[in-house]
């Protein structure tokens, strides 16, 4: 099955820098790959993703790139904001064949992102 | 819209007990999948559902059963409650669309269980 490893576990950074969170997978079929967002006690929401016929989409400070030779793809946060700091989770998906366009998300470990004020 | 609920918020169980935890979604949507979230482990698939009286195991599905009788419900269910069940259970739903379209999934607000 897909494998999802996520890097850093943690990262702080001072707000007005930048952020990167990395992420590499292991199934080639994996042709979606979503970025959730998690504040503490909420549910995850998606706040970008990207598909495998794109290396790079940019929606204002948040942008995802995806290298599909080498199997990863990062989140980049630029001019950090302290309601920035939650917690980052990467994902890998591919669809399920056997049930049409349902997909399986495969989740990383999660990044715990802390912007010092 | 309220979108994806999940009943109950909070529930303490004593090892062996069972219970019924309860996703609805308004969105008309066709997939719906239970998730667990512990510590450093990010999500993990447990069930999921393609549509109506279809289920299909995840990731990690031992312990747990579902069923999805009406369009709008799904319900994971534990029989005997164990102490490595304790999580944050999420539900998520997406609509059905076709391949590389709307691939969204909308998650609900989690259920917080405890199994002593």
């Known amino acids: 099955g897909e494998n999802v490893e996520q890097h850093p576990s943690t990262l702080s950074v001072q707000e007005g820098d930048s952020a990167v969170i990395k992420c590499t997978y292991s199934?080639?079929?994996?042709?979606?790959f979503p970025w959730y967002k998690q504040e503490l006690g909420k549910r995850p929401q998606l706040i970008i993703d990207?598909?495998?016929?794109?290396g790079e989409k940019k929606d204002q400070r948040i942008a995802v790139t995806l290298n599909k030779t080498a199997k990863h793809f990062s989140l980049h946060i630029t001019e950090t904001q302290p309601e920035d700091s939650a917690v980052y989770f990467c994902a890998a998906s591919r669809v399920l064949f056997s049930s049409g366009s349902a997909r399986q998300l495969t989740f990383g470990s999660g990044t715990q992102l802390t912007v010092l004020p | 819209n309220a979108g994806v609920t999940q009943t109950p918020k909070f529930r303490v169980l004593k090892t062996g007990q069972s219970m019924t935890l309860l996703c609805a979604q308004d969105m008309n949507h066709e997939y719906m999948y239970w998730y667990r979230q512990d510590p450093g482990m990010g999500l993990r698939l447990i069930h999921y559902s393609v549509g109506e009286g279809t289920t299909a195991k995840g990731e990690v599905p031992d312990g747990y059963n579902v069923s999805r009788l009406k369009k709008q419900n799904f319900l994971l269910g534990l029989e005997s409650a164990a102490p490595s069940q304790t999580s944050v259970y999420f539900c998520?739903?997406?609509?059905?669309?076709?391949?590389?379209?709307?691939?969204?999934?909308?998650f609900g607000p989690g259920t917080r269980l405890t199994v002593l």
């Open positions: 998520a739903s997406k609509v059905l669309a076709g391949v590389g379209l709307a691939d969204t999934q909308y």
């Open positions: 990207i598909r495998s016929n794109v």
């Open positions: 199934d080639s079929a994996s042709n979606y």
